[in-house]
Nanobody
């Protein structure tokens, strides 16, 4: 069974940067897509960014475009989320997830435990 383990969350001041990592372990990991979601208190879980592990194509939500970058290391089965110019509204629990397909119909069926990102002075 595949497990996704996030790391890199924490407390950062507004305007600062954080880098999140998500490592997949377990049986042969073949998911096409890995993504990052976030969930703020009292709100739903939203897709922030996703990457096609084969082609490298990416999706980044408009709300974080130009500030967040998603990348992957297929050899290490790891996906990264570089977050720059962080704002208070970026505060949330960030979840890594994997999907078997890429595109509008992709369904994320494997999830990490989440890592807290808090942006505050």
């Amino acid at each position: 069974q595949v497990q996704l383990v996030e790391s890199g969350g924490g407390l950062v001041q507004p305007g600062g940067s954080l880098s999140l990592s998500c490592a997949a372990s377990g049986r042969t990991f073949s998911s096409v897509t890995m993504g990052w979601f976030r969930q703020a208190p009292g709100k739903g879980r939203l897709l922030v960014a996703a990457i096609n592990r084969r082609s490298g194509n990416t999706y980044v939500a408009d709300s974080v475009k130009d500030r967040f970058t998603i990348s992957r290391d297929n050899y290490e089965n790891t996906v990264y989320l570089q977050m720059n110019s962080l704002k208070a509204e970026d505060t949330a629990v960030y979840f890594c997830a994997a999907a078997e397909s890429w595109g509008p119909g992709m369904e994320f069926d494997t999830w990490g435990q989440g890592t807290q990102v808090t942006v505050s002075s």
